[in-house]
């Protein structure tokens, strides 16, 4: 790797440390209905994001509210400690699409529909509201 690579490399790596956030990689649903549910929640404190995942009747809600338990998780871990009430809030949340499937479904007249599988990616940031003032 050349010196430029490796100082970019660094600088990244030392720019995610002060980041908190869980990532969620090749969830079995359409992009489109994963941000249905993350618009919900986004900008939310996470006590009261959670309440809404939990009584949330989208199927993609499970993953997003396992997700923000991660995040919160990570959170706790790098500072060593617990988190208080209405202390972390969802800073950044977003949806990429991931790898899609392509299969052929039998259609009429010898003729063969394509279906398309779609993945998605979900990356869920938290931070407290002390950072936010800084």
């Given amino acids: 790797m050349g010196a430029r690579k490796h100082i970019a490399a660094e600088n990244r ?20 209905k994963m941000r249905y549910v993350v618009d919900m929640i986004r900008g939310m404190e996470v006590n009261r994001a959670l309440g809404v995942l939990r009584f949330s009747k989208k199927a993609a809600s499970a993953d997003v509210e396992k997700l923000l338990r991660s995040a919160i998780a990570n959170w706790e871990a790098k500072n060593e400690r617990k988190a208080e009430d209405g202390e972390l809030y969802i800073s950044k949340v977003f949806v990429d699409e991931g790898v ?12 063969g529909y394509r279906i398309r599988k779609r993945s998605n990616h979900v990356t869920l940031f938290v931070d407290t509201k002390t950072n936010e003032d800084k």
Wanted: hydrophobic letters at 35%; aromatic letters at 6%.
């Fill in 100 to 111: 899609t499937l392509k299969r052929m479904r039998p259609a009429p007249q010898g003729r």
């Fill in 13 to 32: 790596k030392a720019a995610k440390k002060s980041l908190y956030f869980a990532k969620l990689v090749g969830v079995p649903s359409s992009p489109r």
